[in-house]
C-alpha cells in the first residue's frame, strides 16, 4: 500500500494527483522492476492499482510481462521498492516521510565517519594555542626575575630616598620598621 | 548594645589608619594591585554571575511562580545578598589581606575560618572545572554539521538505529553515553574515560593559563570572559525572538503565582540561590578587594556589583526561555502532526481536512461514532499539550546539555550557535574559577608554606593537585560523584562560614572599629540600614537557611538519579538511594570545613595552654602585609 502527504511536503507548491500523476507512478515503478528485479520488461500496464482515496492512498500490485494474471511476489516488489526508494522520492519530490510505503521501512543511511573525529582536531588546535601560551609567560616570567635581580640596586637607592623624605612627615612607622 | 568579644591585642595585628595611609603612598610593590577599577569590577562581576545564573535562577522562577519570585528575590538580595557582600569587600580592603590573613588578624582563633574557605574554595574548584570540562567536549564537538547529537548513531549491523538512544532521544545519548559513559550506579566506578581526561587537562591547562601570575594575568583576561557572556546572551535573546513559539516561554517564565509566596520553600530557595549566586564565603571575594587602594568605595562597589548580578540573572532567564518556548512549541507542533496524521491515515481523508486549528473539534466528531472511536482508540494518540512541554522544568546540566543542545539542533546554521552557547558557558565557568583559585593561592601564600617560592609555581601546583583528584570525575560513576559534591560540599559548610565572618566582623572584630574603619575608607560611617543588617538581619537570614538545610538533610535518606538504561522506567532517570560508605564521604565533604572553624580555635588554645613556653613574635618584613603569627618554641 501506498500513501502519499503531498500537501505537508510541498505546501503551496504542491500539485494536484491526477490520471497523469498516477501514470508517472506506475511507470517508475515499472522502472523500478525491470531495473532490481530479474531484468524482464516490465511495463506501465504489469502496474494494477486499486482503491485509490482521495487521500492518496492505494493498493497495487504488480503482474508478471509474460502471464497477465500471474502475480509478482510480494518480497521481490518490495526489495525493488527499496533499492530505488530515492528514485521514485525525488520523481515526485517527496521524502520517506511523505512518501510512505506502508511495511517498508526507509532504508538507513551509513553516517559518514571521519577518520580523525573532529573533536580531536579542534583540541589539538586548542591545547597548542594554551600550552605556547603557558610557555610564552613562563618564560617572560624567568627573565623577569633575572633583571629584577640585576637591576635592582638602583631601584633601591631611589625608594630609600623616598622613605627617607617621608620620614619627615611620618616618623614612627618608618622608624619602627 | 555593645556586645564585642574580648580581643585584646587586636591592634597589634592589624595595620593601623597611619600606616594604610603610608601604605598608600608608597608604592612598594610588594602586594598585587589592580591594574584599574575596570579590572576589579569585571572580576568581581565574573566572579559571581557564573553557571548558576543561567541554569539555576530560571529553573527557580519558573517553578516558584513565575514574576512573583522576584519578590522573595530581591527582598533576600536586599537584606543578605548585599550586606554580606559590603562587608567582604569592606574588610578585605581594610586588612589587606586573603581570608586566611584577614580572619587570624581579627583573632587567632579564627583562623578555622580562613582555612573552611580555602578547602570549600579547594573543593568547589575542583568540581566546577569539571563542569567546564564537559563545557568544552561540547564546545569542541560543536565544530561540524550536523551536530553529533542531532541523529541517534546506528547500531553496529546498520539495521536500526541504537536502543538505547531510539527509546530516549539523541540527546540524552550524547550527554549520558557518548559524553560521560555513565555508570549505572555511583559504586560501579565504570574506569576513566580517556575523552574526558583529555577535556579536563584542558579545561585545567586553559585555567592555568589565566591564573598563572594571579591577578596580573587574569586581570587581562577578564575583559574577554566577562563582557563575552553578555554579547552572546544579547545575540541568542535577539536570535530567540525571531522564532516560533519564543514570547510563550517568555510569558509561561513571568506569569506571576501569587500563592507561590505563602510556601516557605520559595522563600528558602531565594535566600540560597542570592547566597550561592554571589560565591560569598569562599575568600575570593576578601582578596580581590584586598588589591585595591584603601580609600575605594566599596559600599558602591557592593551595590553596583549586586544590581549587576540580580540584572543578569532575569537577564539569562529571559535568554533561555524564549529558547525553551521555541523547542516546547516545536515539540507541541510536532505531536500535533505525528495525530493529524494518524488520524488522516485511519480514516482516509483528504490532506486539510484536519489541522492544527480544527483538530480538536474533528476528534470529536470522529470519535463520535462507535466505529470511530473504536478506530481512534487503536491508535494510541498522544496527549499534546503546550504547558507540559514548556514545565518540562530542567536546571542545571540538564539545561545546558540536553534541553539547550536539542533546542539548538532545530535552529538554522546549529554548530554556530552551539559554539557561542559553549563559549559563553565556558567564560562564566571560567571567571567564577578565578575566584576559587585566589582563594586557595593566596591562602597558601598567607600560610607562608612556600615562602620562597613564585606564584607561578604555586598556581599550577594548586591546578596539577586538583586535577589528579578531580580524574573522579571523568571515571564512568564521574557524573554522579560532581552531583555529591555539588549538593555538600559547597552548601553547608558556605553558610557557616558567612555566619561566621558577620558574627566574627560585627562581635570579634567589633562593629564600632568596623564602622570607623569604613568612615577612614570611604568617608562616611555606615548608615542606621548597613548596623542593623550587619549586627542582626544577615546572620538571622543565613542560620534560618542553614538550620532548616541541615534539618532536611539529616532527616531524610539521601537519594540520586541514576541514568540505567535496563531499568523499567527508562529514560526517566531512577532514584537510588546512596550506599552506606557514601555518608562518610558527606560527612568529610561538609564536616571537614566546616569543623575546621571550631578545630582550629581549639588548636590554638590547646597549644597556649599547653606549651607554656616563650611566645615569640614575628613580624614580616614586608611593609604591607602585617600579619603577626605567633610562634612558640
Request: with cysteine; glycine share 8%.
Amino acid at each position: 500500500k501506498y500513501l502519499f502527504s503531498i500537501n505537508s511536503a510541498l505546501g503551496d507548491q504542491a500539485y494536484v494527483w491526477n490520471e497523469n500523476e498516477m501514470f508517472l507512478f506506475r511507470a517508475t515503478l515499472a522502472f523500478a522492476m525491470r531495473t532490481y528485479s530479474d531484468g524482464q520488461e516490465y511495463d506501465v500496464a504489469n502496474v494494477v492499482v486499486c482503491d485509490e482515496t482521495p487521500r492518496v492512498s492505494f493498493w497495487f500490485v504488480v503482474t508478471s510481462p509474460l502471464d497477465a494474471s500471474l502475480l509478482v511476489d510480494k518480497r521481490r516488489v518490495e526489495e525493488a521498492v527499496r533499492k530505488s526508494r530515492s528514485r521514485i522520492n525525488s520523481a515526485f519530490l517527496l521524502t520517506d516521510d511523505t512518501l510512505e510505503f506502508i511495511g517498508i521501512p526507509p532504508t538507513l543511511e551509513a553516517p559518514v565517519a571521519p577518520d580523525t573525529p573532529p573533536w580531536l582536531i579542534a583540541f589539538g588546535v586548542v591545547m597548542g594555542g594554551v600550552g605556547a601560551g603557558i610557555v610564552v609567560l613562563l618564560v617572560s616570567s624567568v627573565k623577569r626575575d633575572g633583571e629584577e635581580e640585576t637591576g635592582g640596586k638602583t631601584e633601591n637607592e631611589a625608594a630609600s630616598d623616598a622613605i627617607y623624605n617621608m620620614s619627615f612627615s611620618d616618623d614612627e612607622p618608618v622608624t619602627q620598621m | 548594645m555593645r556586645l564585642v568579644f574580648p580581643n585584646p591585642r587586636l591592634e597589634d595585628r592589624i595595620p593601623s589608619h597611619e600606616d594604610l595611609e603610608l601604605m598608600e603612598k608608597v608604592e612598594t610593590g610588594d602586594r598585587l594591585k589592580w591594574g584599574s577599577k575596570t579590572q576589579y569590577l569585571l572580576t568581581c562581576v565574573g566572579f559571581c554571575v557564573g553557571l548558576g545564573n543561567v541554569w539555576r535562577f530560571p529553573y527557580l522562577c519558573q517553578s516558584h511562580g513565575g514574576g512573583a519570585f522576584m519578590i522573595p528575590f530581591i527582598i533576600l538580595l536586599v537584606f543578605e545578598g548585599v550586606p554580606l557582600l559590603y562587608l567582604e569587600f569592606a574588610i578585605g580592603q581594610r586588612l589587606r589581606s586573603g581570608s586566611v590573613g584577614v580572619w587570624s588578624s581579627i583573632h587567632p582563633y579564627m583562623t578555622g575560618v580562613g582555612i573552611a574557605s580555602m578547602t570549600v574554595s579547594f573543593f568547589v574548584g575542583m568540581y566546577y572545572n569539571t563542569i567546564l570540562a564537559w563545557v568544552m567536549w561540547y564546545f569542541l564537538n560543536s565544530f561540524q554539521s550536523p551536530l553529533p547529537w542531532s541523529q541517534c548513531p546506528l547500531n553496529d549491523n546498520l539495521t536500526d538505529l541504537v536502543s538505547e538512544c531510539k527509546r530516549s532521544s539523541p540527546v540524552d545519548y550524547f550527554w549520558y553515553r557518548e559524553t560521560l559513559n555513565t555508570s549505572t550506579s555511583i559504586e560501579e566506578s565504570g574506569g576513566l574515560q580517556w575523552w574526558m581526561v583529555l577535556c579536563l587537562a584542558a579545561a585545567w591547562s586553559v585555567l592555568y593559563l589565566c591564573c598563572i601570575r594571579g591577578i596580573e594575568t587574569t586581570g587581562k583576561v577578564v575583559y574577554i570572559t566577562s563582557t563575552l557572556p553578555y554579547v552572546v546572551l544579547t545575540i541568542f535573546l535577539i536570535r530567540g525572538l525571531t522564532l516560533k513559539g519564543s514570547v510563550e516561554g517568555i510569558k509561561f517564565l513571568f506569569t506571576p503565582d501569587l500563592n507561590e509566596l505563602l510556601n516557605p520553600s520559595t522563600w528558602l530557595d531565594a535566600g540560597a540561590q542570592v547566597f550561592y549566586s554571589f560565591s560569598l564565603g569562599v575568600g575570593g571575594l576578601i582578596s580581590f578587594s584586598s588589591y585595591n587602594p584603601v580609600h575605594n568605595n566599596c559600599e558602591q562597589d557592593a551595590i553596583i556589583i549586586a544590581i549587576i548580578n540580580g540584572f543578569t540573572s532575569i537577564f539569562a532567564a529571559t535568554v533561555i526561555y524564549t529558547i525553551i518556548g521555541f523547542r516546547a512549541t516545536k515539540q507541541f507542533d510536532d505531536c500535533l502532526n505525528e495525530n493529524i496524521l494518524m488520524l488522516l491515515n485511519a480514516f482516509d481523508l483528504v490532506e486539510g481536512t484536519v489541522t492544527e486549528i480544527n483538530y480538536d473539534e474533528m476528534l470529536q466528531n470522529l470519535n463520535s461514532t462507535i466505529s470511530g472511536s473504536e478506530v481512534i482508540q487503536g491508535l494510541d494518540l498522544s496527549t499534546c499539550n503546550l504547558r507540559t512541554f514548556l514545565s518540562d522544568g530542567v536546571e542545571g546540566t540538564g539545561l545546558a546539555f540536553i534541553v539547550f543542545t536539542e533546542a539548538i539542533t532545530k535552529m538554522p546554521i546549529s554548530p554556530l550557535w552551539s559554539v557561542l552557547f559553549f563559549v559563553m558557558l565556558f567564560c562564566l565557568g571560567l571567571s567564577t574559577m578565578f575566584g576559587a583559585i585566589e582563594g586557595v593561592v593566596v591562602a597558601i601564600q598567607d600560610f607562608k608554606i612556600f615562602p620562597t617560592w613564585p606564584k607561578e609555581v604555586i598556581s599550577g601546583i594548586v591546578c596539577l593537585s586538583s586535577f589528579l583528584i578531580a580524574l573522579i570525575f571523568s571515571l564512568g560513576s564521574g557524573n554522579y560523584w560532581l552531583a555529591l559534591f555539588d549538593s555538600y560540599a559547597g552548601s553547608i559548610p558556605l553558610l557557616i562560614i558567612a555566619f561566621c565572618e558577620m558574627v566574627g566582623v560585627a562581635y570579634v572584630y567589633g562593629i564600632e572599629r568596623f564602622n570607623k574603619d569604613i568612615e577612614f575608607m570611604i568617608g562616611h560611617k555606615p548608615n542606621i540600614f548597613w548596623q542593623a543588617m550587619w549586627r542582626v538581619i544577615s546572620p538571622l537570614i543565613v542560620l534560618v537557611i542553614f538550620l532548616i538545610y541541615f534539618v532536611n538533610e539529616v532527616s531524610s535518606t539521601l537519594t540520586y538519579i541514576t541514568w540505567n538504561p535496563s531499568s523499567e522506567n527508562f529514560p526517566v532517570l531512577e532514584i537510588l538511594p546512596y550506599p552506606n560508605w557514601v555518608y562518610i564521604i558527606i560527612l568529610l565533604l561538609a564536616g571537614l570545613p566546616s569543623l575546621a572553624i571550631p578545630g582550629f580555635a581549639l588548636y590554638k588554645v590547646l597549644q597556649k595552654c599547653c606549651c607554656k613556653k616563650t611566645i615569640k613574635k614575628l613580624e614580616l618584613n614586608t611593609v604591607s602585609a602585617n600579619v603577626n603569627m605567633y610562634d612558640t618554641k
